[in-house]
């Protein structure tokens, strides 16, 4: 977010500016005074010989996505290993206001006295984004941690940009620059890690990404509710205007879904239509509230999982959100009113206009006739199913539901590696996981 929307939200919201203030200063003196004790204490004592974990996702503003799917599944199959979710606590609060979805463990607030102390004994740390997932520590501060990127996503339509160099000669992404394992769908997209991200070899795992398993698992127990998903997806360059409203994707999204007679169509038809756009374009949409009658902006706290499993179909431009409706056999139209600018700006390891496994639209207009032709036809993907089935093979080494434990069992094997007692205490719960069983609903503890 650019300091102009920043300082846009303190004058919208101003009693945001003192607990801001608050949570600032604790995050100057929390950090040191959590060394201090763990130093005063010792790290060994303060652990009493657990393995602690700590998982975190988008910068601790929710609860979701492959870390949270993992997080479960460690708590159900290896219950001796001391799991965390680390949360900022406001959205917390917001989490529960909602009804989110239930968080089943152990949850430590961001930047408190007590997650910066867990940060410190923690033997690893699993994110989606990166390490500020789940603390402001930098890897010098915790050299013995391994810390483990999940993504959020399958990297395929998305060419990561930000870089740090690494020595004289090599680049690794941003985010994957301190991981010590980097999860990966298929052996193609660990190769793209690999070659385009600049990630060692050894440091990749192809074990399938965690969220898939609870898609699986959840795919026959969620019905459709006759609603269709549209997601458009960041543009940086787009962010960096004063106004919004004033953009190609703003205008462009207002003319899909308000001016090109779609709203009208599903509401005949007895369909919604779900709009999820990133938390950073979400305060532009609420102009746009007040013109829909059967569309929905969705909250930034909606369980996303739940929403593709229930959705017919999904609109989106270039967001991941497609390899999921993929992996569940359902219809994307792709709707890329910016081809050549997106290309220019940040560009993707597929060919946009020869890789896609479902239609194109450039305009507005062909998004709608689109949207009517797959609502008429059934939701049928049979026109496409070609390069569906190539598509699938490009993304999904793994469709078995065991993704998690593939990756639990690397992520153990790196702990033995880089410290032959860090694991002792967890005895046979690596070799003898027990049986998965997920809790999805229930009260939040």
């Known amino acids: 977010m650019t300091s102009i929307h920043e300082v846009s939200k303190y004058v919208k919201h101003p009693y945001l500016i003192v607990p801001s203030l608050k949570l600032h ?25 657990h393995l602690i974990f700590l998982f975190g996702h988008s910068g601790g503003r929710s609860y979701g996505d492959n870390s949270a799917v993992l997080f479960e599944h460690m708590i159900t199959t290896h219950p001796k290993i001391d799991c965390y979710w ?57 050299p013995d941690v391994i810390d483990v990127l999940q993504g959020h996503g399958i ?65 026959n127990e969620i019905k459709e509710r006759k609603s269709i998903l549209y997601m458009p997806t960041w543009r940086d360059w787009e962010a960096k205007a004063v106004s919004l409203h004033s953009t190609s994707y703003f205008k462009n999204v207002k003319a899909f879904i308000i001016d090109s007679g779609l709203n009208e169509y599903l509401k005949e038809k007895g369909y919604s239509l779900l709009v999820y756009v990133h938390i950073r374009m979400r305060d532009f949409f609420d102009s746009l509230k007040q013109l829909l009658s059967n569309v929905q902006v969705l909250s930034p706290n909606v369980d996303l999982q739940d929403v593709i499993l229930s959705s017919s179909m999904l609109v989106t431009d270039y967001s991941s959100i497609c390899w999921d409706f993929l992996y569940l056999d359902k219809p994307v139209i792709f709707f890329q009113f910016d081809l050549e600018k997106y290309i220019e700006h940040r560009g993707a390891y597929l060919d946009l206009k020869k890789d896609l496994f479902g239609p194109v639209a450039y305009t507005p207009e062909k998004a709608t006739l689109l949207v009517k032709y797959i609502v008429d036809s059934g939701f049928s993907t049979e ?23 593939r990756l639990a069992q690397k992520i153990f094997e790196r702990l033995k590696t880089a410290n032959k007692g860090a694991v002792t205490c967890a005895g046979s719960l690596v070799n003898s996981p027990r049986p998965t069983k997920i809790l999805d609903k229930g009260g939040q503890k």
Not at 35 to 43: A, S
Not at 97 to 108: E, H, M, S, T, W
Not at 383 to 403: L, S, V
């Open 86 to 142: 680390v949360m900022r606590e406001d959205a917390f609060k917001e989490h529960k206001k909602n009804g989110g979805r239930r968080i089943p463990g152990k949850v430590l607030f961001m930047g408190s006295f007590r997650a910066n102390v867990m940060a410190l004994l923690a033997h690893a740390y699993i994110y989606t984004h990166g390490r500020y997932d789940v603390t402001d520590y930098s890897k010098k501060d915790t």
């Open 155 to 219: 990297c395929a339509m998305k060419r990561k940009i930000s870089k740090k160099r690494i020595g004289e000669s090599h680049a690794i992404v941003g985010c994957a620059k301190d991981a010590d394992l980097i999860a990966a769908s298929s052996q193609t997209e660990g190769d793209i890690k690999c070659k385009q991200w600049g990630i060692p070899r050894d440091k990749i795992v192809v074990t399938g990404l965690p969220r898939y398993d609870r898609l699986s698992r959840l795919k």
């Open 25 to 49: 200063l604790k995050s100057l003196a929390f950090p040191w005074l959590a060394k201090l004790w763990v130093k005063m204490k010792g790290r060994e004592a303060l652990r009493r010989g």
């Open 383 to 405: 026109k496409w199913n070609k390069k569906r089935e190539e598509m699938k093979r490009f993304a999904f080494d793994y469709q078995d539901g065991r993704n998690c434990e």
